[in-house]
């Protein structure tokens, strides 16, 4: 087939790992005009089974070699345990397929930096799942920063009250070695989302961050978890969590030299298409109650993130969270966990 025959044709996808959010990408990836997925790589025969089940018209393979090798895929969307990012998604780059790499982008930055000089060497796209950067709601307060609401933004507050991880096929989510700190799993999205709504600032220069368990026989596994990131300008941002608590619950509060931002999240559980949610501004002289085009929440966001990159690869267009930006996610993190080792603060040029 010829380029140009192609660029009128769906964008075929390869999804490698279909647990928990893999299965949630599959249908993302289904439901999406102009993308269609053609194969599913799953580890256990149980998985393989539920993914022919589900995508009866898509190839499965217990081996994700195997997926990469199929000439006919174009995209590859990785949903796997944080460990077998940066393996698989080098493989995934080097077979010239574009990618959408779940977050923690990988667990090291050394290995996020080859992952970003792989995809431009291959001149593929290279996207990762900070799929907040999409949100009607949390995108849209990063829309009023820039459309200067609030004045200069000052303070960023990102806050999640929520019930404890799940712990993933095998058990990853509670190992170390396998999910490389509990700060990538979450936290990670409000760091992300606090560096891009201080973006005016210029990068962050130092995080303290301070975290407890409620398991004495774990205290690596943190349930609670605070950080404050500063900028040069004296700028700062909160990125607080906990584990310990019910539901879902996030928020944002964003304050400028003129006036603020409040966003709030609400729901039984994160993957729910019913949440309560409002936006509020105040630009100096009045609030108002912005109206959301859409309903938010990481259902809508995945869906949209397909699109962005289906978009990105057909016409060239734009990537909310290119590998770059997911390097400094993990970078942050990274920081953040060494500053709870230390109990000092630590500069993101020592991780960096
Ligand atoms: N952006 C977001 O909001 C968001 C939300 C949730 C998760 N995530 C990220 O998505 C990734 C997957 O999370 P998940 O909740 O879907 O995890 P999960 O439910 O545990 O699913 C993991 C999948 O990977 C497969 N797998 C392949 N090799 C494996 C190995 N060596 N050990 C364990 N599993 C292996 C599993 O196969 P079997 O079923 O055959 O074991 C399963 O299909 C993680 O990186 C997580 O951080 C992101």
Redesign the pocket.
């Known amino acids: 087939m010829n380029l140009e025959d192609m660029t009128h044709q769906s964008v075929k996808f390869g999804l490698i ?6 299965g949630c990408h599959a249908n993302a990836i289904n439901v999406t005009e102009g993308a269609e997925i053609v194969a599913i790589a ?3 025969e ?3 089974s539920k993914a022919r089940e589900a995508y009866p018209d898509a190839q499965v393979y217990g081996d994700y070699r195997e997926l990469l090798a199929n000439e006919e895929i174009e995209a590859v969307d990785i ?4 460990f ?2 940066h393996e698989v998604a080098k493989d995934a780059l080097e077979a010239g397929k574009h990618l959408l790499l ?3 982008m990988t667990l090291t930055v050394e290995d996020c930096r080859e992952l970003v000089e792989i995809a431009q060497s291959q001149n593929v796209n290279l996207a990762i ?3 907040l950067r999409l949100s009607s709601l949390w995108a849209r307060a990063k829309e009023m920063i820039d459309e200067g609401v609030i004045g200069d933004p000052q303070y960023v507050l990102v806050e999640l009250s929520r019930r404890p991880y ?1 712990p ?3 058990g ?2 509670f190992d170390l070695d ?1 999910v490389g700190n509990w700060i990538l ?1 979450e936290p990670i ?1 409000f760091f992300d989302l606090a560096r891009w709504y201080l973006s005016s600032a210029g990068e962050p220069e130092t995080v303290y961050a301070k975290a407890n368990s409620r398991d004495p026989e774990h205290p690596e596994l943190q349930d609670n978890f605070s950080a404050i990131m500063n900028w040069s300008g004296g700028q700062y941002a909160v990125v607080t969590q906990t584990l310990s608590a019910f539901e879902h619950h996030q928020t944002a509060k964003i304050t400028g030299t003129k006036g603020a931002i409040w966003a709030s999240w609400s729901g039984a559980m ?1 993957r729910t298409r019913h949440p309560t949610f409002f936006l509020k501004a105040f630009d100096g002289e009045e609030v108002q109650e912005i109206k959301l085009e859409r309903s938010p929440g ?1 259902l809508f966001e995945l869906e949209d993130q397909i699109a962005m990159l289906v978009n990105a690869i057909r016409n060239e267009g734009p990537i909310a969270c290119p590998g770059e930006d997911g390097m400094w996610s993990v970078a942050m993190c990274l920081a953040a966990q060494k500053s709870v080792d230390e109990n000092r603060p630590i500069k993101l040029e020592e991780v960096l």
């Open positions: 790992g279909f647990g928990a959010w893999g799953v580890r256990s149980e998985s393989q949903v796997l345990p944080s077998l990012h779940e977050k923690p799942g900070h799929e799940r993933g096929a095998s990853w989510r396998r799993e999205h994160d990481e």
